[in-house]
């Protein structure tokens, strides 16, 4: 009895240290926000828990979003013995460990265990091979939760042998009803408290915390606890929360970019297809969020220089000197003040007629190459001035553009009826198009 006792007293004394993102993490699946595309009325997880029989799974998604708090409700919610550890802070010989009582236990009573392992890419290769064949057996149901693709950072065998949610980040309104609760939650939150949040405060954390529902919980937790009042606050004082205060309890987002990982690529992916889009003001959103990450500017020219001849090519031919001009620059001066440069020729091109018609030529003449259509240079066009060349017929009979009118001759140059180049009708393209009209109407 005094065991349980002094237990409740830790607990009660843990409880009162506790942030209020842990505080209020759900505890049954119906407290739960955010994730309805897989956790909504008759979505596949939901079902799988409603009827106990859950897989292995991992759950994928930026901070914030309920990886974490949804592992908890599924600790609350199943039959089976749930385990739990951070891959931060566990070795090998833990995992083993949670291994082995795993197997222990089936053997005794036939339960199965449910592992769930929090920040799973942080175990390299080899660590995650541990969990493999107890996986693939059926001896645990592994959770595993990641804030990085799991298909760059996690085993393809264990990828192949999960069941994968990607979390989002919460809406507007979810966050909202996030904070509301903790607000009007007498055990967890602050519903002791006599609070007045204005709708203008409510507005800009629903927006500033990007669907983050720690960050949402943490600015409310700061703004309370920096005006000096407690959960046990019951005096008939309000505390006011505007606008000016949610502002100064809500820091600024560290962005999630390591140069190498999943967001690094989404955003390089964003930012070339808002230049191929034709979007200016897109453009220099993601080339800011670059910027600001610390990529190497040098790496995002030559980005650009790819796009120029790849996506715009002749529809507008000085895109590529502007390419190459604002590599050069980058190189010379570096940043900050490159980042100028690097707007201006993200501009640029965003507003750049578009054509891949020189890249369509290229490719197609490569795969004809590669797939063994090799052509024979036509006689008239080798080399015919080394020795003994014109006793093979060697340049015989060719002529130069120069000798016909307009400076185009009848002659054959391929030796096929092949067309690897189609201009687009935007751009400087249609003038070449118009040319290439006119030289096939002189032979």
């Known amino acids: 009895m005094s065991t349980d006792l002094w237990a409740n007293r830790r607990r009660e004394h843990l409880g009162a ?20 595309h897989f956790l909504g009325p008759g979505k596949l997880l939901r079902r799988m828990l ?21 592992a908890e409700v599924i600790a609350n919610h199943t039959n089976r013995r749930f385990e739990r550890a951070n891959a931060a802070s566990v070795g090998v010989r833990d995992v083993r460990e949670v291994l082995d ?8 009573d036939g339960k199965q265990a449910i592992f769930f392992l929090d920040e799973i890419h942080r175990f390299n290769r080899a660590q995650q091979d541990i969990l493999l064949g107890d996986v693939e057996r059926g001896v645990i149901t592994l959770i595993g939760a990641t804030t990085e693709n799991p298909f760059f950072a996690i085993n393809s065998p264990l990828v192949s042998r999960s069941a994968i949610f990607q979390f989002e980040p919460l809406s507007e309104a979810e966050i909202k009803e996030v904070i509301n609760t903790a607000m009007t939650d007498e055990d967890r939150g602050y519903g002791r408290c006599k609070i007045k949040l204005s709708a203008d405060a409510l507005d800009h954390w629903a927006t500033a915390c990007d669907g983050d529902a720690r960050r949402a919980l943490s600015a409310l937790e700061i703004a309370i606890l920096s005006s000096g009042s407690t959960t046990e606050n019951e005096s008939s004082t309000p505390i006011m929360i505007n606008r000016s205060v949610a502002e100064q309890s809500i820091q600024r987002k560290a962005l999630v970019y390591d140069g190498s990982g999943d967001e690094h690529y989404d955003v390089v992916s964003a930012f070339i297809k808002s230049m191929r889009g034709s979007d200016p003001n897109a453009s220099v959103y993601w080339l800011a969020r670059m910027l600001d990450a610390g990529e190497d500017p040098r790496f995002i020219a030559r980005r650009i220089a790819i796009l120029a001849s790849e996506d715009i090519g002749n529809a507008d031919p000085p895109a590529l000197s502007v390419a190459a001009a604002t590599y050069e620059i980058v190189e010379r001066i570096g940043m900050p003040e490159c980042q100028l440069t690097l707007s201006q020729a993200a501009i640029y091109m965003a507003t750049a007629p578009k054509s891949n018609a020189s890249a369509q030529a290229i490719w197609m003449a490569m795969k004809d190459v590669r797939e063994g259509r090799t052509l024979p240079v036509p006689k008239h066009l080798r080399d015919g001035h080394y020795p003994g060349a014109k006793q093979l017929g060697h340049a015989e009979g060719y002529r130069s553009s ?14 096929v009826d092949k067309c690897y180049y189609v201009p687009s009708p935007r751009g400087y393209e249609r003038k070449i198009e118009e040319y290439l009209r006119w030289v096939a109407q002189q032979k």
């Open 402 to 415: 120069h000798q016909g009118q307009g400076g185009v001759v009848d002659q054959e140059y391929l030796g």
């Open 101 to 108: 009582r795993a197997r222990e236990n089936l053997e005794m």
């Open 50 to 70: 409603e009827a106990d029989q859950l897989t292995s799974v991992i759950f994928y998604g930026p901070p914030g979003c309920g990886k974490t708090s949804l």
């Open 17 to 36: 240290v506790e942030p209020l993102a842990v505080r209020m993490r759900p505890v049954r699946l119906d407290q739960f926000v955010g994730q309805q």
